[in-house]
């Protein structure tokens, strides 16, 4: 499913990634942050649903 910022505390971590992100990264977590699907995303971007689906991991990587 799509992930959203619902609170101050994901607002920070949006920021935090956004600060080490590469360009494509971080308009891929503008679109997570907006609650856009990966196919949504990819889409969008004109992107393989793959780069999506590996930002997504390294967000998971992060947070853990």
């Known amino acids: 499913g799509a992930s959203t910022v619902t609170n101050y505390g994901d607002s920070i971590l949006i920021n935090e990634l956004m600060r080490f992100a590469t360009d494509k990264e971080r308009k ?4 997570i942050a907006a609650g856009y699907s990966i196919n949504q995303i990819s889409a969008s971007l004109h992107i393989h649903k793959r780069v999506v689906r590996r930002l997504f991991e390294k967000i998971r990587k992060y947070l853990k």
């Open 28 to 31: 891929i977590l503008y679109l």
